[in-house]
């Protein structure tokens, strides 16, 4: 469902408090703007066991996106990556076209041999009138997979003839064979980062995630007992806290450190489903005078970095060409040579750029699941208290689920302080401790955000 104006208003106030917090904290480590960013699943934590962690490296191959105007870590990345990867072309600009033709008209005769023997080639599907010795040296590798010059001949035999004049002709024209030699390593580099995102193996450099099965491929990995150390550090650690108050009609003003306050529901700043499924009624417990302190304690706040695995000089492992989505993005719109947009797929002004589509977040910023002490003040306190201790099987959202977790599963009320004097009951929820019981590769750090990687448009 989508946000209202002041949810999402509610939800941009928070994510500027964690980005405050965070860049005090440890901004002077991560070499680029830190953006507060949701990412529900959490971190696992658990980079590899006996094979890698699957869901860790899914962590890392998301796309740093917004949901209702608030920025959000989901989807995958390397989909995205592929599409776009397959949507280059190396392309020619009008200048160099220009000097292409220049070398045509030079070797007129040769040309035309060259175009007869295309046309009798049945190579296209769909003919070109006027067919460019570089289109028809391009067509060739399209359809065969191999250049004019090492083409298997007694495979394609009918393209022998074609094939030795075009070598005849880039001894003559050295522009043009320049131009589609630079186009035949852009084409095979497309092509095998295609293949080794879709195939991934030990032979493509793809991490083994269980006997036989792969993943692709990420470097400078840092070991779990490293990130676990990290996360155990109380030294870095962040605390806010927001509040709650005049509630009317299930509604209530919400409140954050810079005194911005928001109208909102107040079962979308705090919500708690009984046997994991029937809502509870907050509304009977609280009256106009009622008050809702949240206070959190993020442990351990620490950054996790991850490269894609480079794709190698000879293309045969990784996947990953920065350099291409670099170019593509300053030339792409362009009457420029080089690696280019093609097609209308992707508005580059859309995909690149530090708002861009194509963005991802290169170094996470991770803390231990938040300690959460809740204050409340004028409920019917007594009720709440008992239900609080009667009720292990509750789960909890706070702000539309920014953060969530479950009571007696991932979070546990460690302290209960009922004051009758004063009405107030005040509920502390604490995360499961690091390394503790279940399995390693399922327990989750909180993700607090990072720092993102695009590719500016030139």
Same mark, same amino acid.
């Given at each position: ?59 890392? *191959? ?170 155990? *550090? ?225």
């Amino acid at each position: 469902m989508a946000l209202t104006p002041e949810q999402k208003t509610g939800a941009r106030k928070w994510n500027e408090i964690i980005k405050s917090n965070v860049s005090n904290a440890i901004g002077f480590e991560l070499g680029g703007d830190f953006i507060a960013a949701n990412y529900a699943p959490g971190f696992n934590y658990a980079i590899k066991q006996q094979h890698y962690n699957k869901d860790t490296l899914s962590a890392f *191959n998301t796309l740093l996106t917004e949901s209702d105007g608030v920025p959000v870590i989901k989807d995958v990345y390397s989909e995205l990556y592929i599409n776009v990867i397959g949507s280059l072309e190396y392309s020619i600009s009008k200048a160099d076209r220009i000097k292409i033709n220049q070398e045509e008209q030079k070797h007129a005769a040769l040309v035309g041999t060259i175009i007869n023997l295309y046309a009798e080639s049945e190579l296209d599907d769909d003919p070109q009138d006027h067919p460019t010795i570089m289109y028809i040296m391009k067509r060739i590798k399209e359809v065969t997979g191999s250049d004019y010059l090492h083409l298997d001949t007694k495979t394609f035999p009918s393209l022998s003839n074609l094939c030795s004049k075009l070598s005849e002709y880039s001894r003559l024209a050295s522009f043009t064979n320049s131009m589609q030699n630079d186009w035949s390593v852009v084409f095979d580099r497309i092509q095998k980062i295609k293949e080794n995102i879709t195939d991934p193996s030990k032979e493509n450099g793809g991490l083994e995630t269980a006997k036989n099965e792969f993943y692709i491929g990420w470097d400078k990995l840092p070991e779990t007992e490293t990130i676990k150390n990290d996360l155990e *550090n109380e030294g870095s650690s962040i605390e806010f806290s927001i509040s709650t108050n005049h509630f009317e009609s299930s509604q209530s003003e919400l409140h954050f450190e810079s005194d911005v306050a928001v109208k909102v529901p107040f079962n979308w700043i705090f919500n708690m489903k009984i046997d994991h499924e029937h809502e509870f009624d907050f509304s009977k417990y609280y009256s106009k005078d009622s008050s809702l302190d949240i206070d959190f304690k993020f442990i351990g706040v620490s950054t996790v970095a991850a490269v894609p695995t480079p794709i190698s000089s000879n293309n045969e492992k990784g996947w990953f060409a920065a350099d291409m989505l670099k170019e593509a993005a300053e030339k792409s719109g362009k009457d420029a040579t080089g690696i280019r947009l093609h097609g209308s797929r992707y508005d580059p002004d859309k995909l690149f750029g530090k708002d861009g589509m194509l963005r991802r977040i290169s170094t996470v910023v991770i803390s231990q699941q938040p300690i959460i002490t809740l204050t409340f003040s004028n409920f019917e306190a007594s009720e709440l208290y008992t239900y609080f201790q009667q009720h292990t099987n509750v789960k909890f959202n706070i702000l539309g689920g920014l953060i969530s977790g479950e009571h007696d599963n991932d979070f546990s009320c460690t302290n209960y302080n009922y004051d009758s004097s004063e009405n107030t009951l005040t509920v502390t929820l604490t995360p499961p401790p690091l390394g503790g019981t279940g399995s390693l590769g399922k327990q989750t750090a909180y993700v607090l955000g990072g720092t993102a990687e695009y590719f500016p448009r030139g």
